[in-house]
Nanobody
Framework: VQLVESGGGLAQPGGSLRLSCASSGFTFSKYDMSWYRQAPGKERELVARASSVGGITNYADSVKGRFTISRDNAKNTVYLQMNSLKPEDTAVYYC??????????????WGQGTQVFVSS
């Protein structure tokens, strides 16, 4: 199983970045795909999630209206479009794949993370 994030880097406040997470080694379409982030000294937090069925998306309140998660099941890739970036968006962003196979079995995978730094 591999989750490989890309697209991080330095952006100015008000700018945009697009993160990608290319996945392999599992049935991508079965998994809820999410982006998490972790800033220095803080806990990892959920940023956005795209469900495996129904096209349902959820966002942290702090990014609603600025970030958009999307997935391409044909390419096994999930994206995070980040607009109107703020310095407080600075963090390592992680891709996550999660599938509740049964009541007691959950498959959960993480990428290695990509750094986003927002500063003027």
């Amino acid at each position: 199983v591999q989750l490989v994030e890309s697209g991080g880097g330095l952006a100015q406040p008000g700018g945009s970045l697009r993160l990608s997470c290319a996945s392999s080694g599992f049935t991508f379409s079965k998994y809820d795909m999410s982006w998490y982030r972790q800033a220095p000294g803080k806990e990892r937090e959920l940023v956005a999630r795209a469900s495996s069925v129904g096209g349902i998306t959820n966002y942290a309140d702090s990014v609603k209206g600025r970030f958009t998660i999307s997935r391409d099941n044909a390419k096994n890739t999930v994206y995070l479009q980040m607009n109107s970036l703020k310095p407080e968006d600075t963090a390592v962003y992680y891709c996550n794949a999660n599938w509740r196979y049964s009541a007691i079995t959950i498959y959960n995978y993480w990428g290695q993370g990509t750094q986003v730094f927002v500063s003027s």
